[in-house]
């Protein structure tokens, strides 16, 4: 469903991102880690077309984002670290347009908006101004947003970050419920959270994938932080 | 194009959603209201002057020298283009560079419309708000021709040359706040390029050579001078496309600089 080969992002002479390849294969759901500054944002924004790659190319749905990048962002639906949001906007108009930017066609349009309102939570909140609410909800505003297409791809920048505890179980169920027909990346910090959902787990530091596998295999012998501190700790006294 | 009108929608919507737009009306509607006051009132005074003198000389023929299209309509409405010199920075200022500030380019960046359709939406919404900006004026006109029979005319080609020259500025204010996310910076470079073309002219009687006829037709002032006059020449159609068309080519230029395609 997703690959990247080989994707390198150069910031003049910082190599932000040195040669990233994965492949996720359809309904997967895949963690993406790494500490701050590995290049996990920037790897996203490359596939989601944010930015262009330095070299290198990723394909999505067997479209290639370099010659089809419009037939790649009607498949993607993207929430970024900031969610890109229009302050003076309500929840449900901010949602209806992106809903017709995304050219949701007209029949669906009203179905998808209650039911993305509905996932996430915004039936109390619908009507008011999205500058007026807190940071979880406005979090949950851009996910419903990334979602309200139904797309076949979901890229999710820390979904759950700002979110409290029920919600973040709320989003969770939610994104596994979305990963029986959606093929979904997904980075985060929280650790415990991958485990639980992921099918795969991809860790990238210091711009280069250093491990790329299936949880179970993994977390046969320790735990997934511990695997993690283990690799980012070995890496960093490499270089 | 239902791309670019969702876009043109939205872009409309945001300038009345956001204060900005009742306050940018007020404002533009007391000024001009103001200059075309001052305007009628100075050829009002003329007015009794001249018919003291005529009554005085016994000649009917000197009344016949007041215009109320020159004298009035044509200086209101260039009062009015001097107007949007200040705001249309104002108007301006927050397109792109709010989008880039507020990270909701990256929305549109990953939705799937093309970078000319965001350009397009966001240059036609933001006429479409000047447009509307300047319809009420439109009463003053009004009153004119309810009390007296000045030429239709010029007026209308007069507040064409208001919309092109509008066209651009909007033009240049979507360049400026496409190179930065500061809204002041953007709203600077709107008025500096627009001021330059205001002023340019006023250097020109220095000089006397090729350097006059490129002075002359860089300013705006020259080319709206005529549509004020009620002239309408290829050549100032010309003008105004020809700085639309390159000021819309850098703005995608910068945009394609940033990753936009």
Redesign the interface.
């Known amino acids: 469903m997703i690959q990247l080969h080989n994707l390198v992002k150069n910031y003049g002479h910082f190599q932000a991102v040195k040669g990233v390849s994965l492949e996720v294969q359809k309904g997967e759901i895949l963690g993406f880690l790494g500490p701050n500054g590995a290049g996990k944002t920037t790897t996203m924004?490359m596939l989601?077309?944010?930015?262009?790659p330095t070299s290198g190319t990723a394909t999505i749905d067997g479209f290639d984002i370099f010659d089809s990048?419009?037939?790649v962002?009607?498949r993607?639906g993207?929430l970024?670290e900031?969610?890109?949001?229009?302050?003076?906007?309500t929840v449900k108009s901010y949602l209806e347009?992106?809903m017709?930017?995304?050219?949701v066609p007209n029949v669906d349009r009203k179905q998808n908006l209650t039911w993305a309102i509905e996932k996430c939570g915004l039936v109390d909140v619908q009507k008011r101004l999205i500058g007026n609410l807190s940071k979880g909800y406005k979090q949950r505003v851009g996910l419903a947003?990334a979602i309200i297409n139904k797309p076949k791809v979901l890229i999710l920048d820390e979904p759950t970050v700002g979110l409290d505890p029920k919600q973040i179980r709320e989003i969770r169920s939610m994104i596994q419920e979305l990963s029986q027909e959606h093929t979904i990346i997904l980075s985060t910090h929280i650790l415990p959270e991958v485990a639980m959902i992921c099918d795969r787990a991809a860790i990238i530091y210091q711009g280069k994938i250093v491990m790329n596998d299936v949880i179970a295999n993994i977390t046969k012998e320790k735990s997934l932080e511990e695997v993690f501190i283990e690799i980012i700790s070995k890496e960093g006294a490499e270089s | 194009m239902k791309m670019v009108y969702v876009l043109m929608q939205k872009e409309l919507k945001q300038f009345f959603i956001s204060p900005i737009a009742y306050v940018v009306m007020m404002i533009y509607l007391a000024l001009s209201g103001f200059f075309f006051f001052t305007n009628m009132e100075a050829f009002s005074q003329q007015y009794k002057y001249l018919k003291n003198m005529m009554q005085y000389l016994n000649n009917p023929d000197i009344l016949a020298r007041l215009n109320l299209n020159e004298m009035v309509i044509a200086r209101a409405l260039f009062n009015m283009v001097f107007i949007f010199l200040f705001l249309l920075p104002l108007i301006m200022m927050k397109s792109f560079a709010e989008e880039q500030k507020q990270k909701t380019d990256e929305l549109l960046k990953t939705s799937p419309i093309t970078l000319n359709q965001i350009i397009a939406g966001k240059y036609l919404g933001s006429l479409l708000f000047v447009t509307i900006l300047i319809l009420p004026t439109i009463a003053y006109q009004a009153l004119l021709f309810y009390y007296s029979s000045p030429e239709l005319g010029p007026v209308i080609t007069g507040y064409l040359g208001i919309l092109l020259f509008a066209s651009i500025g909007i033009a240049i204010g979507l360049f400026a706040s496409s190179i930065t996310e500061n809204q002041i910076i953007a709203a600077v470079i709107t008025f500096v390029i627009l001021l330059f073309l205001f002023i340019i002219n006023l250097i020109s009687h220095a000089q006397g050579s090729i350097l006059l006829d490129i002075i002359t037709y860089i300013s705006v002032a020259e080319h709206l001078s005529n549509m004020l006059r009620g002239v309408i020449d290829t050549r100032d159609l010309i003008y105004f496309l020809s700085f639309i068309i390159f000021f819309l080519f850098l703005t995608k230029k910068t945009m394609e600089t940033k990753g936009w395609r």
């Open positions: 924004r989601t077309g944010v930015i262009p990048p419009l037939h962002k009607q993607i993207y970024p900031t969610p890109p949001l229009y302050f003076d906007f347009f992106v017709k930017i995304k050219q947003g």
